[in-house]
């Protein structure tokens, strides 16, 4: 199976930037997709972005240009880059992996945007 660990999250004030890293235990060469998705107190956890093996992203429209996906096969880690950042960005992030016809997640990391 595959683990994934996040890191990169913290406290940051509106305006700021974070970058979180996910480290897959397996190369993500063999992972068709890896994405983020985020959890905000109260709400449903919500998809981010995600990456293929092909190097195609996308994005969910509230990103607005802020927020990049990347990865780095050497590393076997996804990247989400994140810029502007705003208070309703205050969340848990996930990372995420279909390999296998399964889906893997991380056990998140947290992000808080202060005003």
């Known amino acids: 199976q595959v683990q994934l660990v996040e890191s990169g999250g913290g406290l940051v004030q509106a305006g700021g930037s974070l970058r979180l890293s996910c480290a897959a235990s397996?190369?993500?060469?063999?992972?068709?997709?890896m994405g983020w998705y985020r959890q905000a107190p109260g709400k449903q956890r919500e998809l981010v972005a995600t990456?293929?093996?092909?190097?195609?992203?996308n994005y969910v429209d509230f990103v607005s240009g802020r927020f990049t996906i990347s990865r780095d096969n050497a590393k076997n880690t996804v990247y989400l880059q994140m810029n502007s950042l705003k208070p309703e960005d205050t969340a848990v992030y996930y990372c995420?992996?279909?390999?296998?016809?399964?889906?893997?997640w991380g056990k998140g990391t947290l992000v808080t945007v202060s005003s």
């Open positions: 995420n992996a279909i390999w296998m016809l399964k889906n893997y």
């Open positions: 397996v190369s993500i060469f063999s992972i068709n997709t």
């Open positions: 990456i293929t093996s092909g190097g195609s992203t």
